[in-house]
């Protein structure tokens, strides 16, 4: 269940974070940043639902987010969504660790969908999303 | 990067301890060879899948479009062999049987004709990457939680190195 809750405050604060991202992009970036915003609020949902189900209260999202830095340009309204992503990533490799099957498969799932959309707005590809330094030998 | 030397000691031991209970009760002992842990197995099949993407990797890098491409696949490339890297760095074999099962060299690629373009190199790689990440995660619900997070890890990694050879092949 405390991994079910970091993925959803991590939802949250993509969903956050993409609205912002958004605004300070324009063409088939903009269109990008919309439909990953569109995808995060639906992960989102389904997370709540998930804890519902397993009758938990969901975590709210916060009122506003603390952003890594200013975003007034498109390179840090990129750098933001990377940013989301990663930590988004993160969560998801948190419910890989669960030893529930259907969690464990959701979290690949999403850590994978993550993934994509982060070698998007990087422009390339790391050999170990979602995972840090120390998890790593 | 650092060892694990717990867990290091622990695989080896799980894997070693069969072999000397046999050793125990002589030659007729042997007879049923024991049966490695099933993330053993799951391990196994993850580093024979990296090895053979390296080496269709390594194949492209030796053949006729290397030039134009080399761009785009080195990076790839270069994942692959840290993939390799970890998941070899959670397999412990005892000692006598390292030989038999992990051979210094990759196999030979299976015999698949020469890419007749860069299109096509391309788009056989993207293909290679699709089935080994959808393999990496056939095992997963079976092993531990730290080896799972590195097989969809490896596994999502793969998922982009497919969307980006997608991207270089123009066909999006």
Redesign the interface.
């Known amino acids: 269940v405390a991994a079910l809750q970091a993925a959803l405050a991590a939802e949250h604060a993509a969903v956050y974070g993409y609205g912002v991202a958004g605004a300070h992009l324009h063409g088939r970036r903009r269109a990008a940043a919309t439909a990953d915003w569109v995808a995060h609020q639906q992960a989102r949902d389904e997370l709540s639902a998930l804890l519902r189900s397993r009758a938990v209260q969901p975590v709210p999202a916060a009122v506003a987010y603390q952003l890594p830095e200013p975003v007034r340009s498109t390179r840090t309204a990129v750098a933001l969504a990377v940013h989301l992503e990663d930590h988004v ?1 993160a969560a998801y ?1 948190g419910l ?4 529930d ?1 259907a969690v ?2 959701l ?2 799932g999403q ?2 969908a ?3 959309r ?3 707005w990087r422009g ?8 840090q ?5 | ?4 030397p717990s867990r290091r000691a622990l695989l080896a031991a799980a894997a070693a301890v069969p072999l000397a209970a046999a050793g125990c009760r002589g030659v007729g002992a042997l007879a049923p060879p024991p049966r490695p842990a099933p993330d053993v197995a799951v391990l196994k099949a993850a580093i024979a899948g990296e090895r053979q993407l390296i080496a269709r990797y390594l194949d492209v890098a030796a053949g006729q479009h290397a030039a134009g491409l080399a761009d785009v696949l080195d ?2 490339l ?2 692959h062999r ?2 390799l890297a ?1 998941l070899r ?2 397999l412990i074999v005892p000692r006598g049987a390292a030989s038999a099962s992990s051979p210094a060299h990759p196999p030979a690629p299976s015999a698949t004709a020469s890419p007749a373009s860069p299109a096509a190199a391309l788009a056989a790689l993207r293909r290679a990457e699709q089935q080994a ?1 959808a393999a990496l ?1 056939t095992g ?2 079976t092993v531990p ?2 080896l ?3 097989l ?6 793969e ?3 497919s ?2 050879l997608r991207t270089a092949g123009g066909s999006r």
């Open positions: 990533a490799a890989v660790a669960v030893r099957a464990r498969a979290g690949a850590l994978r993550s993934a994509l982060a070698a998007y390339g590809s790391v050999a170990f999303p979602g995972l330094e120390a998890q790593l030998r | 990067l650092r060892a694990d990076p790839l270069a994942e840290q993939h970890q760095g959670r990440s995660l997963l619900s939680p730290s799972a997070q590195l969809a890890s490896i596994s999502a990694s998922a982009t190195h969307a980006i």
